[in-house]
Antibody
Framework: QVQLVESGGGLVKPGGSLRLSCEASGFTFSDYFMTWIRQAPGKGLEWVSYISTSSLSTYYADSVKGRFTMTRDNAENSLFLQMNSLRAEDTALYYC??????????????????????WGQGTMVTVST | QSVLTQPPSASGTPGQRVTISCSGGTSNIGRNFVYWYQQVPGTAPKLLIYRHDQRPSGVPDRFSGSKSGTSASLAISGLRSEDEADYYCAAWDDSLSGYVFGTGTKVTVL
């Protein structure tokens, strides 16, 4: 079945680094945009970053630009988020999600304009002394 | 803060109809697709509505979405206890070159 499994979260000190991973299964990973979304404890959803199918395009929220880097390995069906210079406000549950692939009667396409149809269960990142 | 504004809460009794609004601007809802997500506490969000008013397979037709100008709405008809959850609207924002979520609405079934 279609599945996304995140890993790599944990406790890190301010200024530290962490690398999150997301392993995809049950679908053709290379056909889909992928994204990271986070949710601070008791708060709403915040989009973090987006990567195109072939990694040609990446987008980042202003709050993480210059500190976070999103990459993917289509051969390994994996997604990554390298997080540097972490701050207390980065504390959140980080979800990996699949970009929605819209299919008309003739073709299917994936783009940054569409949302997300499959979500992982999340991995918790805590930034604290 | 979020650029998409939702009421913090909504409620109804079983069987009633509840509507959630999502107010945005010309750079997001005004130009791009609106999506809606349902998040039951303690679980990952679930896609409820895509491209303004389309339901993925498996989503009951009690859920419907609409868009007008720079605002969108989610309606839940025939409210059921399992609809108690947080609901978020979302859209791509051309000015920010990023995806934006609404502030979220907690739906309570009385």
């Amino acid at each position: 079945q279609v599945q996304l499994v995140e890993s790599g979260g944990g406790l890190v000190k301010p200024g530290g680094s962490l690398r999150l991973s997301c392993e995809a299964s049950g679908f053709t990973f290379s056909d889909y945009f992928m994204t990271w979304i986070r949710q601070a404890p008791g708060k709403g959803l915040e989009w973090v970053s987006y990567i195109s199918t072939s990694s040609l395009s990446t987008y980042y929220a202003d709050s993480v630009k210059g500190r976070f880097t999103m990459t993917r390995d289509n051969a390994e069906n994996s997604l990554f988020l390298q997080m540097n210079s972490l701050r207390a406000e980065d504390t959140a549950l980080y979800y990996c999600a699949r970009g929605f692939r819209y299919c008309s009667s003739t073709s299917c396409s994936s783009s940054n304009l569409d949302g997300f149809d499959v979500w992982g269960q999340g991995t918790m990142v805590t930034v604290s002394t | 803060q979020s650029v998409l504004t939702q009421p913090p809460s909504a409620s109804g009794t079983p069987g009633q109809r509840v509507t959630i609004s999502c107010s945005g601007g010309t750079s997001n809802i005004g130009r791009n697709f609106v999506y809606w997500y349902q998040q039951v506490p303690g679980t990952a969000p679930k896609l409820l509505i895509y491209r303004h008013d389309q339901r993925p397979s498996g989503v009951p037709d009690r859920f419907s979405g609409s868009k007008s100008g720079t605002s969108a709405s989610l309606a839940i008809s025939g409210l059921r206890s399992e609809d108690e959850a947080d609901y978020y609207c979302a859209a791509w924002d051309d000015s920010l070159s990023g995806y934006v979520f609404g502030t979220g609405t907690k739906v309570t079934v009385l």
